[in-house]
């Protein structure tokens, strides 16, 4: 097709193409056909935050060493394509877009004015290069009679630590999208338990941060759960640095120091993940994006994400020389309702939210442990301060608005401990005369190492809201949600994930219809 006859068919198409702001400010790159040395698209495809009418579909241009001299610094054209069948016979969208190195030469693309609950194809194309081929699917209409939402819940993906066998096993599952909860990198090495090697050291750089992705992104389990399914996505610590919270990291670095850090660490999430915006230009150092987000599914479930990280106040009573989080005792800042996990706007946002949804089941995503863990000490109880624990108040405040609304079918997911829960959640945590008002699942690592059994023994033994808690094996949490109950099955493999990992479920639990309380199964 000539360039002429293409543009007439954009502005013909009912494509409507809601580009990033900087893709217009992007030059005009040369016509010319390429000849790619290396695959431009060894990073995989992906797609995200699927809407009843939209999705956000993913590439990244891989400038190979042998190809860099021609293309590295140039601004490249790149054709997608979205099919309604799997055999490419049926092309319903045709775009063209234009990125650069500026970006990393990342693509995201926000197609628009597509079908409810319907399946697509897609892939890219630059010069000869044909991307994979990923599939995608579409939300159902926003109040459509919907009996059935399956997702895979994960998190914690440590390169070094295992082999990527829980992708493997989601690809072939039949889901609506996968919810990656956080930690999909990690900048820290712990070389004890490494099956495989980061390239590099700790990343600080947005070049240090983008190869660290490129590497994740490289491994061909990972790229398959993305081409197989929409991810909807949330961050953690790790995707900046272990236990950051808000400005400050563990080491106390100047938050203005910090905070360019944070911006690199963002651009580089945004420049891998279909996501649909990047970091705020007009937040100082662009160190702000906004990722929390709703999802609504028919009539059946408002699924909430939740940022733990970008918004929190920082962990309580930290050691002055090294921060973060640790296990405290006997630390008044725990009770200072001034203290948040969320941020007071986040906080605002997502009760405001809670208390308008019309859906029968109120899912609320966030990246970590809402359940308490805290172990008997010699005076009083020692509390791990980075999860829910150490910010008990905001806990309340959270759980008190399901209360104080009549909420009923509160579900929470969460990752980031590496361990498999299922747990009640009251008011007064641990406290039986307290109300069950909502019902929370966390899902075991993909890879990550998990702690040990003596110490979650105590903790299991201490905490009778925790129903369930297995930190030992490594995979990943099916949910599936319809108007009688949402349904978790712990899948599961053997620490350390090897490339042959058989899986299994480890445990089943199910909340029923306006009975908060995981049961199981
Ligand atoms: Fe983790
Ligand atoms: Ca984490």
């Known amino acids: 097709m000539k360039r002429r006859d293409f543009n007439q068919h954009l502005q013909r198409s009912a494509l409507a193409l809601a580009l990033m702001p900087w893709w217009q400010a992007v030059a005009q790159p040369a016509d010319r056909p390429r000849v790619w040395r290396t ?99 579409t939300a159902p209409a926003i109040n459509a009679d919907v009996r059935l939402l399956r997702m895979a819940l994960t998190s914690c993906q440590h390169y070094e630590q295992g082999q990527y066998v829980a992708h493997q096993d989601i690809a072939q599952q039949p889901l609506d999208f996968v919810l990656f909860m956080g930690d999909y990198i990690y900048e820290s090495t712990n070389s004890q338990y490494a099956l495989r090697k980061h390239n590099g050291g700790e990343p600080k750089t947005l070049a240090q941060y983008r190869e660290r992705y490129a590497q994740y992104k490289s491994d061909p389990m990972l790229q398959a759960a993305h081409a197989a399914h929409a991810w909807v996505m949330m961050w953690d610590d790790h995707e900046v640095v272990n236990d950051y919270a808000n400005d400050q990291d563990r080491s106390y670095t100047d938050p203005q120091k910090f905070l360019l850090r944070r911006a690199a660490a963002y651009q580089a999430y945004f420049e891998h993940q279909p996501v649909l915006i990047g970091p705020d230009a007009k937040s100082p150092h662009r160190a702000s994006m906004r990722l929390y987000d709703q999802l609504t599914w028919g009539n059946l479930a408002d699924v909430w994400t939740l940022d733990c990280r970008q918004y929190r106040s920082p962990q309580a009573c930290r050691d002055p020389v090294r921060g973060g989080g640790r296990m405290v005792t006997q630390c008044d800042e725990l009770s200072d309702p001034k203290r948040s996990m969320l941020g007071m706007e986040q906080e605002r946002w997502v009760s405001e939210r809670l208390r308008a949804s019309k859906r029968t089941w109120k899912v609320l995503a966030q990246a970590t442990l809402i359940a308490p863990t805290s172990i008997p000490a010699p005076v009083g109880r020692a509390t791990y301060t980075d999860a829910w624990d150490g910010y008990p108040q905001a806990r309340q405040r959270l759980l008190q608005t399901v209360v104080d609304a009549q909420l009923k079918n509160v579900v929470t997911l969460g990752g980031d401990v590496h361990m498999n829960v299922a747990a009640n959640l009251r008011v007064v945590p641990n406290d039986l005369q307290s109300p069950i008002v909502a019902s929370e699942f966390v899902t075991t690592s993909i890879t990550s190492r998990g702690m040990g059994d003596n110490v979650l023994s105590v903790i299991k033994a201490n905490n009778p809201d925790l129903l369930h808690a297995r930190a030992d094996e490594r995979g990943y949490s099916l949910i599936t949600v319809t108007p009688e109950s949402l349904r978790c099955d712990f899948r599961t493999t053997a620490f350390p994930a090897g490339s042959e990992a058989g899986f299994k479920t480890q445990a089943s639990f199910v909340v029923n219809k306006d009975q908060a309380g995981p049961q199981a199964v």
């Open 39 to 137: 695959n431009p698209f060894a990073l995989g495809v992906a797609s995200g935050r699927p809407r009843a009418d939209a999705v956000v579909l993913w590439t990244r241009l891989l400038i190979g060493d042998e190809d860099r001299a021609e293309a590295g610094a140039d601004a490249l054209r790149v054709q997608v394509e979205v099919f309604a069948d799997a055999a490419l016979k049926q092309r319903v969208h045709k775009a063209e877009l234009v990125t650069d190195a500026t970006r990393g030469h990342s693509v995201h693309v926000h197609v628009q004015h597509l079908q409810p609950s319907t399946d697509y194809w897609y892939r890219f194309k630059q010069s000869e290069a044909l991307s994979t081929v990923g599939h995608t699917r």
